[in-house]
């Protein structure tokens, strides 16, 4: 537990003056985990004439945190610079870096961007914490399972890679790609987008509207785009051959690109970019994730009850589930059917639901892209590394109550 309190600003008098940290390194540790916990954005280190002064920015508002003798200066903010590898040595220039902290509890790394500026007494530091918590809504809003998710979070940390929701049409991949666009704060990258049409309006994101009646297309505009230093590319639609060179290229060369692709499951996406004659030893370093989801009907929540299903349904249900599940789940699998109900309208469901499948491209994948395998074998090789099928997702989901055994196993 945390034994620290936030003090008013005004308060400052009643703020003991701590003498000397003699651990620096705990001591930094334990005020990224108490900035973390309590959700602070900000973290500022100012160095006074005779104490250092550490306030949080909570919520937009500043909250003192410590006061420490001014001769510790020098050792906090070496131990922040040697946790970022930057120059020690350099104190009378502003400095900018990122800190990875890795917070146990919830075993996430969490970026920490830091600024330095000299001052009369010494270096001034101020670090903001980048913990998105819109985007873990944002994400969240994806449906995707517990293991997906992680496996999503931790892909989008890339600095560079192709990230590709794959579907058929009307499976909504536009909106799980702009889910995950905004799962980035567009003030710490330079994000700009190539889209058929606007869609949504993203704030601080600069979107682009191809025009290929006047010769602006996905390809030229991703040409141009190249050239405007972008951190991250979302690129609408990979349709020709043209544009996923140019994709894989940006991304082989320290892009993020995200973008759609019109093909039924994620290994059958790496079979099409190979079919689009695109080299296989560049898809193999650059692609990241690929997302193949489903859209499909959810059962109505006012109407739904438990249903028995039948034998052979169940027999299906439990060889698709065995390598996913534990015996105990395996034997006491419940399912629901639908009554029927005004607030469906008499259909047994009412909104929508999302299954997906998230394939992350490893090592293991490689040697199977250049030799252009096929996407049922990479498929088997991916479910061997932890792949959830769509189908497994989609039982799970009918677990969960939010759709029925025999609509998942339309899907086979
Ligand atoms: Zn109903």
Not at 105 to 127: A, C, F, H, Q
Request: net charge negative.
């Amino acid at each position: 537990m945390s034994d620290f309190t936030l003090k008013e600003i005004n308060k400052i008098d009643q703020l003991e003056t701590k003498e000397d940290i003699w651990d620096v390194v705990s001591y930094i540790n334990e005020t990224f985990r108490n900035a973390v916990e309590i959700w602070i954005s900000d973290i500022h280190i100012e160095p006074t004439e005779h104490f250092i002064l550490v306030r949080f920015r909570k919520d937009g508002d500043f909250f003192l945190y410590d006061k420490i003798w001014a001769r510790n200066t020098s050792a906090i903010v070496t131990r922040l610079k040697v946790l970022s590898k930057v120059k020690i040595d350099e104190n009378k220039k502003p400095q900018d870096w990122k800190i990875v902290y890795v917070y146990e509890k919830e075993k996430k790394n969490i970026d920490i961007r830091v600024s330095t500026l000299p001052t009369k007494y010494g270096e001034k530091v101020v670090m903001r914490i980048l913990k998105q918590d819109a985007s873990l809504t944002n994400l969240e809003a994806l449906w995707l399972i517990e293991v997906n998710l992680e496996k999503v979070r931790e892909a989008l940390k890339s600095k560079y890679g192709i990230i590709l929701i794959s579907g058929p049409t009307w499976s909504w991949k536009s909106t799980t790609l702009f889910w995950i666009l905004k799962s980035f704060n567009p003030l710490e990258y330079n994000i700009s987008t190539l889209e058929d049409p606007v869609e949504y309006d993203i704030e601080f994101v600069n979107q682009s509207q191809v025009k290929p009646e006047i010769g602006y297309t996905f390809a030229t505009w991703l040409r141009t785009l190249l050239r405007q230093d972008p951190d991250i590319i979302m690129v609408w639609e990979i349709r020709d051959k043209e544009t996923a060179v140019l994709a894989v290229e940006a991304a082989l060369t320290w892009h993020l690109v995200l973008s759609t692709i019109h093909t039924n499951s994620a290994t059958s996406t790496i079979q099409r970019l190979v079919n689009m004659w695109v080299e296989t030893f560049l898809i193999a370093s650059a692609m990241k994730m690929v997302i193949s989801q489903r859209l499909w009907k959810r059962i109505c929540s006012n109407c739904k009850e438990i249903y028995t299903p039948k034998e052979v349904e169940l027999k299906k249900a439990k060889k698709i589930l065995e390598p996913i599940l534990d015996k105990d789940s395996l034997e006491n699998l419940v399912f629901y059917h639908w009554k029927w109900c005004e607030v469906c309208s008499w259909t047994g469901y009412k909104w929508r639901l999302w299954v997906h499948e998230v394939l992350i491209v490893e090592d293991y994948l490689e040697p199977m892209i250049l030799e252009k395998a096929s996407a049922n074998e990479m498929q088997d090789e991916a479910v061997k590394h932890g792949m959830v099928t769509i189908v497994q997702d989609w039982l799970l989901k009918a677990l969960i109550w939010e759709t029925t055994i025999e609509e998942a196993l339309k899907l086979i």
